[in-house]
């Protein structure tokens, strides 16, 4: 007696405008998560190091890398959202809250805020405004992402097509800087390098040079410390006789990579402010090495913050291809060897 | 001047009936072990995810997967039991106790309960019954094992057989479920599915469906957690001269990858209450990809407990093989693809 | 606009006798370090294993393996240091201080100690004083080693040679015994065996027996986690125009294996009191499989303790190659198989 209680995704048409999903399991996040995120990327931003460093800026001991609050967040949303997803379309909006500390439960929901059939009649494409909260009820992030879902069934009517306005990028009175974090103690000597916000100029380019190999098991230990439960990245029997052959990097493992890279040429980007936009532009497999420059695209005064200032930056990630040459965009198409187009903003001490 | 102080193990001649084996070493548990649970295996059970979770439920914080806890336990008994175990024949009568809490420390003892020698000479069956207390004295868990083990001197002679007793399954008035566990919370929108003790009919089968490929990476990284050191997991250049020419897999890293992927289906099991048996049908290598199916077999009122109930499980995991059709067994053998043939009892929410 | 910000390192004409590193970044050692330690080697010292065990012996919790105290204090010299060593040459005068605890913050500076320019006028040597100290400003590691540095620019002047005086092993007086610790109630059946410092003599070797194989992710993982930048270890596509085409292996990765290896042995070396001295033979790389044996080379009574005794000892680590022949050198020269050897100091209860 074969039984149907196991879950395989929403598909397309499982999804309503305004439908709220509360996402299984909330997560309580422990210096463990923080030690796995220093084995699996070796960041050094000191604010997420040190507990004593975090004290002379004013918090109570070393919040996590705002990214794996990132990650604990958008792994929740992924049975529920994209198991059936075909492609993750992109980011936009995210904006990062109040910083979590070891001992944090994470819990997550997400709106439907747009939803669009494709003209082929077997895809759309799901908006889903996510948030998540720490067990005080604060925000930690809230971001939108899209999604190409595949139907269940090609007959059901397609919706009223909606798509959510988002910003192409978060604007500076929306975004939150703790209250109590005060650089003005910030250690430069101990902190990785000596540049702070003022030091940055619109359009330069910093190649972070240094590479990162990717094996089997890191990828695979990421994805599932972060209960991201998406096939592709677990199941080699099912790849073999798929597209690619291969299991498939989960692409929030090339974005930790490249922002701990990073840290080579913007040691004190210690706060991610938001993440305006994104897009995996080419798939990552097991023996790729990855490499990571960053452009400046704006600075930005915060308001009411003379201590902190903000830049929107581009973050680039390539595979097996150092970035002397800053590889990018040819034709409006990605070069080959780019594999993340992340634009976020991070905060430096001025 | 070559010492002789390396220890190499029990052999069948050093067993004694009645003796007690006090395992070396005792073993503090950490949320840093349940973080690379999590990345080892991905397990999402909201109970063990979550402190808030735990919390509503009666519980003082999150405890350890009970499948970790039987790991350590496990771990302590091998140096002394099997580490010239020719076969780990089975499992029986065992039963969690109390559950584990990060910052308990574990330790074990064994009580030899059977000897028989083989016929062959060579060898004899070693029954051991192991218990794993915590720092107060509490049992987490008490359970019988019995392997193969080698003699060292085939001329010594063969004890007096005997074989313990033990029970097809333990039965529900030795179940122990934490008294303070009271479910009436239980929130079924955070656990990962809304399926409840009396969703499940004996006999149904479910396809877990999700399959996650092993990395030699993870299992040794996860054997030495439990600090086990059984030198078949861990040594590539003696195992080149082998029979396998492979590292061969900890049989306990593939029950804890099938309890895992259980959770789709079985969310709500969460609580392993008992081992009934077990057996490693056959041996699994890096690069399997692992499956698992359950089959309900008995479904049991708890006495004095209307809020849980426990459900008897065939837990059945397969290498590269998904289980659409459930294999098993035919003609009294076990079928090529099926690793593990596991009979356990978990407790559910009613 | 390409930016200079990246840090290419310190090259042997950026180094001054006398000068001061500060290094970034500090950090918190947490209880997911420990156990990511346990799960990289396996190491079964009760005293780090256990609180419990831990208290039995006069200290507050279980310390850090002393051996990962000196992998976060390597770690944070290795940007400032060695990031364009051509070869890492020796160790001397290791000391180890307070125990470190999960919870404490450490900072690390370095002094430089000596210069030498070499006779072809690209490289020199720079000998560094490093020093470790907890958020009390406590030592808990003072060690000195040195580099072969390439030089930027060849042309520029050699500096005066001056070369420390290093002792060939720190004296007994030197050697830091924990105030609290009393091993009086120290339980020799919980922690591994039953010989203590007076079942030593000098001159005995013991082969530790197993082996382990290494993957490229267990060495990766180890060596992000210590923060350890050096290039070498990381970047397979560099790897593939270089010398050996491979990712090297971190040597301390090799210390912590064969440590952990001697615990078959010399279970009750409960605390690394010195490194007199250490050579990484030979390169390693994954796949090579680590066996390990010990050569006790000195007792040492130690000032004021009737309770703790030290022994001297020859660490040798080799690959795919058991030691029952015991590998070390040939006419001056190491044996292939040799891959380690550490002249160290351990502590036992008497």
Redesign the interface.
């Known amino acids: 007696?074969?039984?149907s209680?196991?879950?395989?995704g929403n598909f397309f048409e499982d999804f309503r405008l305004g439908q709220v999903l509360?996402h299984?399991?909330?997560?309580?996040i422990?210096?463990?998560?923080?030690?796995?995120y220093?084995?699996?990327?070796?960041p050094?931003?000191?604010i997420h190091?040190?507990?004593?460093?975090a004290r002379s800026v004013g918090l109570p001991r070393?919040p996590v890398d705002d990214v794996l609050a990132f990650h604990m967040v958008f792994g929740k949303t992924v049975?529920d959202v994209s198991l059936n997803a075909v492609a993750n379309l992109g980011y936009a909006n995210g904006k990062f809250g109040v910083p979590v500390y070891p001992?944090d439960?994470i819990?997550t929901s997400s709106t439907v805020t747009g939803l669009k059939q494709n003209s082929n009649g077997k895809t759309g494409v799901v908006y889903v405004n996510s948030v998540g909260k720490n067990?005080h009820g604060h925000v930690v992030l809230d971001y939108t992402r899209w999604v190409m879902v595949n139907k269940r069934d090609e007959s059901k009517p397609a919706p009223e097509a909606v798509t959510p306005k988002l910003p192409s990028a978060v604007p500076a009175e929306e975004l939150h800087v703790p209250a109590t974090l005060r650089p003005e103690n910030y250690d430069f000597?101990?902190?990785?390098?000596k540049?702070g916000w003022s030091?940055y100029?619109v359009?330069?380019?910093?190649?972070?040079?240094?590479?990162?190999?990717i094996?089997?098991?890191?990828h695979?230990?990421?994805?599932?410390?972060y209960?991201n439960?998406a096939?592709v990245h677990?199941?080699?029997?099912?790849a073999n006789s798929g597209r690619f052959k291969r299991?498939l990097i989960y692409g929030g493992h090339i974005i930790s990579l490249a922002r701990c890279l990073s840290f080579?040429?913007?040691?004190n980007a210690f706060r991610v402010l938001a993440i305006n936009g994104g897009s995996h532009a080419n798939p990552t497999f097991a023996?790729d090495?990855i490499y990571a420059y960053s452009e400046v695209l704006e600075k930005i005064e915060l308001p009411r913050r003379q201590d902190i200032g903000a830049l929107r930056v581009r973050l680039v990630a390539t595979k097996?291809h150092?970035n002397a040459d800053?590889p990018y965009k040819k034709d409006g198409k990605y070069d080959d060897s780019v594999v993340l187009d992340l634009d976020y903003t991070v905060a430096f001490p001025r």
């Open positions: 007696m074969s039984s209680k196991t879950f395989t509360k299984a399991t909330p997560r309580t422990t210096v463990g998560d923080v030690s796995l220093t084995a699996l990327y070796g050094r931003f000191a190091s040190s507990d004593e460093f070393a049975p001992g439960t819990s067990q000597s101990l902190s990785g390098d540049f030091d100029e359009g330069e380019k910093i190649d972070h040079v240094d590479g990162m190999t094996e089997e098991a890191e695979m230990l990421a994805t599932r410390l209960q439960t096939k677990f199941d080699q029997f099912a299991r080579n040429g913007m040691a023996g090495t097996n150092p800053f």
